[in-house]
């Protein structure tokens, strides 16, 4: 039995299963992109063990296809354990060694990537300072102790947790929270908009002059979910101080007193704080000539970190990102009036990685052929002598 | 790798961050520095010029001032290493920024530049003054000690009638260590120029620096006043009796705040002790207008009264306030509500 299973995770045969599963996955991720959208393809098709039917959310669902870290998962043992079965220590076999570790790695990294590397935005005005990142994708109920003159202290709880808890019970809080509702996306309307039949979901602050409805979750490349919720507040030594509705649309936090202290809520893109902040000195929009073709996008920001007594200007533009503090900062996007820049910030602790497998890799085939080469040489001197 | 399924951001996080920027905040904390950043200390020891008006950090030495500098100062670092800084206020035919910058270049013994890198290198600080221009220039003059040579960082201010000349040469990590300080210190500086009225035909109202432009009728018993640095308008009414109520329009970025921090920051400056969340909202009435809903709120002091409207619109928060004697206040009241109600963005 042991060696059956052995035969079958270091048998060639699996990894051309394993490459073929894969381009039919992609083929189907990349269909799937029209109606999906790209993030949403992305982490059912490719970010997941196995694409499930029918998807999330319908009370069951059946692995129908494995997913990219299956995939990748088994190609990394496959060709580890392969390796290892026919290893024989000799130079000629040097190339062969490197080749496959360098494939090792690119697999190795790309699990990586995707289990660590996290990716948000900073949206930038002129002139505007920020020492955050959003992830435009994730969402987060901000609950926010303000008493202090000073320093706000943030309980940031994330949509991950508002999907799956009804009640939510932390050390900083001197209240529960009970999600009463969560839309993943949804649309506001004032009361007075949408008739009688409507009911508010919440009865405490604007909530309670607002109907929401859910909506379909956005799919474009530039659309993004609408988030909203229903939470009660109950102070934990008893009682109730109301249902609140929060909501990524509302734009300002809402206030509340317990505890003797003061509260705001805000359901907000999750925020990733930094040592260090960026002030956008100029955004420059660059067209060709007569037309509105784009020609170049760059940033001119301040890089201020009084950790470490950095305070610098750097140029970010198209393949010239700022890397700092082991993140990356790209040229991403900009507002459509060309008065703010958005910048991709990228923390990815394997982003060396490739880069490594691909140098290794071109050494091996390098070393592997160039013996090839010599001997192949040899043989036709010896030939013709 | 049934990592791979559990979310990355699945946990509930706690932190402390700096509170978002308030209204009325110090000039200093308005020179666009991180919430999170300790601003050099800026205790308020008043001199007669603005640049002795402002205080420098504490590592910087004051120098005697020759007749040419109005602010000298030394700081010292490891190994014998010293930068000087120095503040000198000239005519306007103190040459152009191109001329400046070459003439510092050839200081340290580098070839000149054209306009065009000038533009690449130049960076902007805005200030009550306008904007101010600032140049980190590297390099090594020939036989010169590393100690005490190796970069200049300089700002210049051009305003209607001077220019303004800030500048730090030294050794090269040094001036790196203190430029942050220096920048903040040429800030405070044309902040506090207009501050005590030397410049103030060149101050420019925020109004002209890439604001949102939003319009409104000013009441005809209004007078129209040159804005502070933190403000976006001013408006001065006087009543019968001489008093004077001082009307303010104040923008920023984001949120601005929670009310109840506004309304008892308000409170406060009229000597009322803060009141709780829930009895501040109490406090807030809605006013809606033809292009937006304000919130409002009236507070009466001992003596002062501050009548107050505020609304977010496009990821900013305006703030119009009027505040003078109780009987003033109350006169103006109708003139500030029509005000408000003829605000366009």
């Not at chain 1, 102790?145 to 001197?174: E, F, G, K, M, Y």
């Not at chain 1, 859910?214 to 109301?242: F, H, N, Q």
Request: hydrophobic share 40%.
């Amino acid at each position: 039995m042991l060696r059956k299973v052995i035969d079958l995770i270091t048998s060639l045969k699996l990894t051309i299963v394993c490459l073929a599963v894969g381009m039919a996955l992609i083929f189907a991720g990349t269909l799937a992109q029209v109606h999906l959208g790209i993030h949403e393809a992305q982490q059912r098709y490719f970010q997941s063990m196995f694409v499930w039917w029918p998807p999330e959310g319908r009370g069951f669902k059946i692995p129908i296809f494995p997913g990219g870290h299956l995939i990748g998962a088994v190609l990394l043992v496959n060709l580890i354990a392969a390796h290892a079965k026919r290893f024989r220590w000799t130079w000629r076999k040097l190339g062969i060694h490197l080749t496959h570790a360098g494939l090792i790695i690119i697999l190795a990294g790309g699990l990586f990537t995707d289990l660590f590397a996290v990716e948000s935005h900073m949206r930038l005005a002129g002139g505007d300072t920020k020492n955050y990142s959003e992830d435009m994708r994730r969402t987060e109920l901000a609950v926010i102790d303000t008493s202090d003159s000073d320093l706000d202290q943030v309980t940031a709880i994330p949509d991950t947790v508002l999907r799956r808890n009804r009640t939510i019970d932390h050390w900083s809080l001197p209240f529960r929270i009970v999600v009463r509702n969560f839309y993943q996306n949804s649309r506001l309307k004032m009361l007075s908009e949408v008739g009688n039949e409507a009911r508010p979901i919440a009865n405490q602050g604007p909530g309670a002059m607002i109907a929401v409805e859910p909506a379909p979750r956005a799919t474009g490349v530039d659309e993004r979910d609408v988030p909203s919720a229903a939470v009660e507040i109950m102070p934990k030594d008893g009682g109730s101080l109301g249902t609140w509705l929060v909501s990524d649309a509302l734009g300002a936090p809402q206030t509340f007193s317990c505890g003797g202290r003061t509260w705001m809520l805000t359901l907000r893109p999750s925020r990733y704080y930094k040592p260090y902040s960026v002030t956008l000195q100029k955004f420059t929009h660059e067209k060709y000539a007569g037309t509105e073709i784009p020609k170049n996008f760059s940033s001119r920001v301040t890089l201020i970190d009084p950790e470490r007594s950095v305070n610098r200007d750097v140029l970010i533009y198209m393949n010239h990102p700022l890397r700092y503090r082991g993140e990356t900062f790209y040229q991403a996007g900009f507002q459509k009036d060309d008065q703010a820049t958005i910048l991709q910030v990228v923390h990815n602790p394997s982003f060396i990685a490739p880069y490594v497998a691909c140098v290794i890799v071109a050494a091996g085939l390098l070393v592997q052929f160039g013996f090839h080469l010599v001997g192949f040489s040899r043989q036709r001197r010896n030939a013709m002598t | 790798m049934l990592l791979a399924n559990c979310g990355k951001n699945s946990e509930i996080k706690v932190y402390r961050v700096s509170k978002a920027p308030l209204e009325e905040s110090t000039p200093q904390q308005q020179d666009a520095m991180p919430t999170n950043t300790a601003a050099p200390r800026m205790p308020g020891a008043v001199a007669p010029t603005a640049a002795t008006a402002v205080t420098t950090p504490p590592n910087w030495e004051p120098q005697p001032l020759s007749q040419m500098r109005q602010a000298s100062f030394l700081v010292k670092g490891d190994k014998g290493a010293v930068a000087d800084i120095s503040f000198v206020n000239l005519g306007t035919a103190a040459g152009n920024a191109l001329d400046n910058v070459n003439r510092w270049l050839d200081q340290l013994g580098q070839p000149p530049i054209t306009e065009e890198k000038l533009g690449d290198i130049a960076q902007r600080l805005r200030t009550s003054l306008g904007d101010v221009i600032i140049v980190d220039l590297a390099g090594l003059p020939k036989d010169a000690d590393p100690a005490q040579d190796g970069r200049i960082i300089a700002a210049m201010a051009t305003t209607g009638n001077s220019t303004l000349f800030f500048k730090m040469r030294g050794n090269a990590d040094l001036t790196e260590a203190q430029k942050g300080d220096f920048i903040k210190w040429v800030a405070a500086v044309c902040n506090a120029q207009t501050e005590i009225g030397l410049a103030q035909t060149a101050a420019i109202p925020p109004r002209e620096s890439g604001l949102p432009q939003i319009k409104w009728k000013t009441p005809e018993s209004w007078t129209e006043v040159s804005p502070s640095s933190m403000r976006y308008a001013s408006f001065s009414a006087s009543a019968e009796n001489g008093d004077k109520i001082d009307i303010s329009v104040v923008t920023f970025p984001g949120e601005g705040g929670s009310d109840p921090d506004n309304v008892n920051r308000w409170r406060g400056q009229i000597g009322l002790p803060p009141l709780d969340g829930n009895a501040v909202t109490s406090q807030i009435a809605p006013l809606r207008t033809a292009d937006a809903t304000f919130s409002t709120t009236d507070i009466v002091g001992a003596k002062a009264r501050t009548i107050a409207a505020w609304t977010r619109h496009d990821g900013r928060v305006w703030f119009f306030k009027a505040t003078g004697p109780s009987a003033a206040v109350e006169k103006e009241k109708p003139n500030f509500v029509k005000f408000i109600e003829s605000v366009r963005f």
